[in-house]
């Protein structure tokens, strides 16, 4: 996607680790082990389709084993390639340590464009494509762990479940050799959203921060802004939906494959989306300015862009007419090392993917340690607390009677109290607990520091910085 004479993905994402390891001060030589990618599988593999054999290209990159299992989704596209997928493991690492999910990052991809293929060949691919990882530990529960990335879905991590229980049938855990599973297969509630809801926390969390409002150049609340969405995928279509919904943001813009979407008083992201499921893309959508050339609205008038389909879409052919004062990173690695400049320079305001788009790992951390314990999520802590609201109650009870008055809980009482127990509440307090501390994390960097001059740089040092300790006290 980026300009011809820009690096490549792999060496945007190497370039950005650079800049910040040039002010920390790391011992000789952790500098490029922690850089590197420890190795990158690459499979090829055919299935029989339609009366012939397919040769399938796929990757598996396990960019740091710091901590293990490690980490990362799995991507179908025909652009995957080694590079990318390299590039998508080292942010995997990165990511993970900022938000303290203890994993090391990898990541994968298949060159395939899933929609030539019906519903039955991609399940003959994707369980052919999870048999080759499996048989090499690439995909197991205490090893390496999938997920949903762009092209991927639920159900994708079923059959990649299924396959790996069915290759591994005394394996207790074998559940947890992959998250984004569906509800009934071992999935936690709130994982399919989590990447679009962090994004959501994340700028309600900027938004908390008056000074660093002022530095984008912003003023108020979420309330009111104009944002512009690229891509109305998974985490595109939750962030937008959730931050018009419940924030009162105004999506102003929506940029797909086939061109964007532009209506200034907002567009209505439900009806979009159905518009798209229903025939295949945004052309023809009525109540909204229709552009083809659908990255031109990158460059459009907004007060948050938010970038959630490829990497490098915005480089140095365009930065320097992005007029969004805020950017916030819901895809990987949208923003190229260039284009980073001169944003920076512009006065921009980044909010980088390694956090930006981090509630899916956080969330998928929560569907792991679910399915390693074998016990529905939050099922301890209800009991917990169905006795705790029972000692509540004894206790207004007695209490008003010694006070010769009458009292009895009102009808939502215990629903209300027991609201914390829930599968749902649990992982969305605990996103929106990992989101702010995260935040809080890299801005104390960014503000404490006189040579940290963006959020990004600030979220590398964090991230490095922890990925450094473990290896020293691994010894290494
Ligand atoms: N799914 C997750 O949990 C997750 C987690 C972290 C990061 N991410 C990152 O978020 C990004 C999007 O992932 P996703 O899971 O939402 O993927 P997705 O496949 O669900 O959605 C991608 C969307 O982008 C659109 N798109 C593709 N090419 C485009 C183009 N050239 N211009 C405009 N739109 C285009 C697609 O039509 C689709 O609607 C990726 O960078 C991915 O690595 C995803």
């Given at each position: 996607m980026s300009s011809q004479n820009e690096p490549s993905f792999r060496e945007s994402v190497d370039l950005m680790f650079n800049r910040a390891v040039s002010i920390m001060d790391l011992p000789p030589g952790l500098e490029e082990k922690i850089r590197v990618c420890n190795a990158t599988y690459t499979v090829r593999f055919g299935v029989r389709l339609r009366g012939k054999i397919h040769t399938f290209t796929g990757y598996r990159s396990v960019h740091s084993e710091h901590m293990e299992p490690v980490k990362g989704g799995i991507r179908y596209a025909m652009g995957v390639n080694q590079d990318e997928v390299e590039a998508l493991a080292a942010l995997m690492t990165y990511k993970c340590a900022l938000v303290e999910a203890p994993f090391g990052g990898s990541k994968g991809g298949l060159c395939i464009d899933p929609r030539e293929y019906e519903e039955h060949e991609l399940e003959l691919i994707t369980r052919r494509f999870a048999y080759e990882l499996a048989k090499r530990d690439?995909?197991?529960?205490?090893q390496n762990v999938p997920a949903p990335d762009m092209g991927t879905g639920e159900r994708e991590m079923a059959w990649i479940a299924d396959q790996y229980a069915r290759m591994n049938t005394t394996d207790i855990n074998s559940r947890a050799c992959v998250t984004g599973k569906p509800l009934n297969a071992g999935g936690i509630a709130g994982r399919v959203e989590a990447t679009g809801r962090g994004v959501q926390y994340a700028l309600r969390e900027f938004f908390r921060h008056p000074e660093d409002i002022a530095k984008a150049g912003l003023s108020g609340t979420l309330d009111g802004k104009r944002v512009i969405v690229q891509g109305l995928g998974n985490v595109g279509y939750h962030a937008a939906k959730f931050l018009s919904e419940?924030?009162?943001?105004?999506?102003t813009g929506i940029i797909e494959r086939d061109g964007a979407l532009h209506r200034e008083e907002g567009l209505d992201v439900e009806a979009v989306r159905n518009w798209i499921v229903k025939h295949g893309g945004i052309s023809g959508y009525p109540d909204a300015t229709h552009t083809a050339d659908g990255a031109a609205l990158l460059e459009q008038d907004c007060d948050i862009l938010i970038p959630a389909a490829l990497e490098g879409v915005i480089n140095m052919s365009n930065a320097a007419r992005i007029k969004a004062p805020l950017i916030i990173e819901?895809?990987?690695?949208?923003?190229t090392a260039g284009a980073d400049e001169v944003l920076r320079d512009k006065g921009t305001v980044i909010i980088p993917d390694m956090y930006a788009n981090a509630g899916g790992v956080t969330v998928s951390y929560f569907e792991w340690v679910k399915n390693l314990s074998?016990?529905?999520?939050?099922r301890m802590q209800r009991r917990q607390e169905e006795a705790r609201h029972q000692l509540v109650v004894d206790q207004m009870e007695s209490l008003s009677e010694a006070l010769g008055k009458t009292w009895s809980p009102s009808p939502d009482f215990k629903q209300r109290y027991l609201r914390g127990a829930d599968e749902l509440e649990l992982v969305r307090s605990g996103l929106d607990d990992t989101m702010r501390i995260a935040y809080q994390s890299m801005r104390e960097v960014w503000h404490d520091r006189?040579?940290?001059?963006?959020l990004r740089t600030a979220a590398y040092l964090v991230s490095i910085e922890k990925v450094a300790a473990s290896y020293r006290a691994k010894g290494l």
């Open positions: 690439l995909i197991h529960p205490s419940e924030d009162g943001a105004l999506i819901a895809a990987n690695g949208p923003v074998h016990i529905r999520f939050g006189d040579d940290v001059m963006d």
